[in-house]
């Protein structure tokens, strides 16, 4: 069935040991949505992005990129991957390889781009996320809001239909947040679609096609942000909100 | 004859000994780096029983002196096996297959530091296991493996005298018969001591003339 949704997470359950950190996690994404996911730590928001591209694998429930199924796909899970980006709350640039480089080496070796063709794309990515005259620099010479740019035009060389965005902002300060929040804002009105797990309201707020609040590793409510962030109707939601908002 | 005489006389000679050396070294180093890379990656990602058939290779070679693997070697196991094969060989591949054992716990150790994002990074692109680790993981492990690594060039180089034992005609062998020869034993084996520590320094140059070059900024232990 050709489905509105470009991604579909059904019924997800994943425990580590005893703990389940996954309840039974539902819900679909359309082209171009942004979905933020807000919520106390330890309640299953990064696990729920790490069960999606099978980086973790969910004890069950099913993940659907388009009509095809990802859960149990085998093998082939790396031509998933290569379709959802990914960025990480420690950047995981890869520390051998300059900014340039490492945008560029995914394109050729995964794709078997030409390498010249490769590093115009990887330039081209660079600036879009505003870092092309950091191009021959190593992680280790780069800020950590810049780092965490490279890494997001890491993942926009592979031209992914879903970027996944592990708490992008978290191991920043206020200002390199920042920066980082005005290249996914413009990635987010430029129509990428994207699921971010972040404690940053005021990018949810201007930016969230809907805001999901976990806890608990469930789904306790789901909305706009106008909604949920300003009148949340659930109890646990308002004492969180509630929280962040006093900081 | 004075020892002036005798070194011009001999000096060739020990030479060529001292070349024999360091092709004995450089075969044992780089039969050492041929095993010792996937015995490490075996013992990183491979399933319990590849694990436990590395893991006793490595107790077997790191576990006997390096005579006793000579002898059971040019004198047991290969000629049991109906293998001829010359000393040389024999004493290359003892050294490289012991090396190999020391070799691939320094990578292990090397690969195992990597942290755990780069490979999950490398997988999140769509790379398989095996992309990464040719791309990512073994690129950076190498280099942090190479401070590591550059021990086993001494280590070996000096170990190699032993194949004399085997009849490796190296050069403690060769000086060996020039002091027989000539009766001058401590200038003879001075020299010879010389052309050791030469060779030393000239293996260690390199390495860290290697080092330097593939540093990377920020990554990596500092090179000296």
């Given at each position: 069935?050709?489905?509105?949704?470009?991604?579909?997470?059904?019924?997800?359950?994943?425990?580590?040991?005893?703990?389940?950190?996954?309840?039974?996690?539902?819900?679909?994404?359309?082209?171009?949505?942004?979905?933020?996911?807000?919520?106390?730590?330890?309640?299953?928001?990064?696990?729920?992005?790490?069960?999606?591209?099978?980086?973790?694998?969910?004890?069950?429930?099913?993940?659907?990129?388009?009509?095809?199924?990802?859960?149990?796909?085998?093998?082939?899970?790396?031509?998933?991957?290569?379709?959802?980006?990914?960025?990480?709350?420690?950047?995981?640039?890869?520390?051998?390889?300059?900014?340039?480089?490492?945008?560029?080496?995914?394109?050729?070796?995964?794709?078997?781009?030409?390498?010249?063709?490769?590093?115009?794309?990887?330039?081209?990515?660079?600036?879009?996320?505003?870092?092309?005259?950091?191009?021959?620099?190593y992680p280790a010479e780069l800020s950590g809001g810049q780092a965490q740019r490279v890494s997001i035009a890491r993942a926009l060389a592979m031209d992914p239909e879903v970027i996944l965005f592990d708490e992008p902002t978290s191991a920043l300060d206020p200002e390199l947040t920042r920066e980082v929040l005005e290249v996914m804002k413009e990635l987010a009105r430029?129509?990428?679609?994207?699921?971010?797990?972040?404690?940053?309201?005021?990018?949810?707020?201007?930016?969230?096609?809907?805001?999901?609040?976990?806890?608990?590793?469930?789904?306790?409510?789901?909305?706009?942000?106008?909604?949920?962030?300003?009148?949340?109707?659930?109890?646990?939601?308002?004492?969180?909100?509630?929280?962040?908002?006093?900081? | 004859?004075?020892?002036?005489?005798?070194?011009?006389?001999?000096?060739?000679?020990?030479?060529?000994?001292?070349?024999?050396?360091?092709?004995?070294?450089?075969?044992?180093?780089?039969?050492?780096?041929?095993?010792?890379?996937?015995?490490?990656?075996?013992?990183?990602?491979?399933?319990?029983?590849?694990?436990?058939?590395?893991?006793?290779?490595?107790?077997?070679?790191?576990?006997?002196?390096?005579?006793?693997?000579?002898?059971?070697?040019?004198?047991?196991?290969?000629?049991?096996?109906?293998?001829?094969?010359?000393?040389?060989?024999?004493?290359a591949l003892v050294l490289g297959m012991r090396g190999a054992a020391y070799q691939s716990q320094i990578f292990r150790g090397a690969i195992q530091s990597i942290p755990q994002g780069q490979m999950?990074?490398?997988?999140?692109?769509?790379?398989?296991?095996?992309?990464?680790?040719?791309?990512?993981?073994?690129?950076?492990?190498?280099?942090?493996?190479?401070?590591?690594?550059?021990?086993?060039?001494?280590?070996?180089?000096?170990?190699?005298?032993?194949?004399?034992?085997?009849?490796?005609?190296?050069?403690?062998?060769?000086?060996?018969?020039?002091?027989?020869?000539?009766?001058?034993?401590?200038?003879?084996?001075?020299?010879?001591?010389?052309?050791?520590?030469?060779?030393?320094?000239?293996?260690?140059?390199?390495?860290?003339?290697?080092?330097?070059?593939?540093?990377?900024?920020?990554?990596?232990?500092?090179?000296?």
């Open positions: 069935m050709a489905s509105e949704y470009i991604l579909r997470v059904e019924n997800l359950h994943k425990k580590f040991g005893e703990r389940e950190v996954l309840h039974g996690i539902s819900f679909n994404v359309r082209k171009g949505d942004t979905k933020v996911f807000i919520g106390p730590s330890g309640t299953g928001k990064s696990t729920l992005l790490r069960c999606i591209n099978q980086l973790t694998v969910p004890d069950s429930g099913q993940v659907w990129l388009d009509d095809d199924e990802i859960t149990g796909c085998g093998q082939k899970i790396s031509t998933f991957r290569q379709r959802i980006g990914m960025v990480f709350q420690n950047f995981n640039l890869f520390d051998h390889l300059t900014a340039l480089q490492n945008v560029e080496i995914a394109p050729i070796k995964v794709l078997k781009m030409k390498p010249a063709e490769a590093g115009k794309k990887a330039m081209e990515e660079l600036c879009r996320v505003g870092m092309q005259d950091w191009a021959d620099h430029g129509g990428m679609t994207m699921l971010v797990v972040t404690h940053e309201m005021g990018f949810a707020r201007s930016v969230a096609t809907e805001v999901i609040f976990m806890e608990g590793g469930e789904i306790v409510e789901q909305g706009p942000p106008g909604e949920i962030l300003a009148n949340p109707k659930h109890m646990r939601t308002r004492e969180f909100i509630g929280k962040i908002s006093d900081q | 004859m004075n020892i002036f005489q005798i070194l011009i006389e001999w000096g060739p000679y020990l030479l060529g000994g001292a070349a024999i050396t360091l092709g004995l070294v450089a075969s044992a180093l780089a039969i050492g780096f041929i095993f010792g890379l996937p015995l490490a990656l075996g013992q990183v990602y491979g399933s319990a029983p590849i694990r436990a058939i590395i893991a006793a290779y490595v107790w077997f070679f790191r576990g006997l002196p390096i005579l006793v693997l000579l002898f059971l070697f040019y004198f047991g196991i290969f000629p049991v096996i109906g293998i001829d094969l010359p000393a040389f060989f024999v004493g999950t990074a490398a997988l999140s692109l769509g790379m398989t296991p095996w992309m990464a680790i040719k791309s990512i993981i073994l690129p950076q492990s190498l280099r942090l493996s190479l401070p590591g690594w550059s021990n086993e060039y001494p280590e070996i180089l000096t170990d190699s005298a032993v194949c004399y034992a085997i009849g490796v005609v190296e050069l403690l062998t060769r000086t060996s018969q020039v002091v027989s020869q000539t009766y001058m034993t401590m200038p003879v084996y001075m020299a010879a001591a010389v052309m050791f520590i030469l060779l030393n320094y000239a293996g260690m140059w390199l390495i860290q003339r290697v080092e330097q070059k593939i540093a990377i900024p920020g990554f990596g232990i500092k090179a000296v």
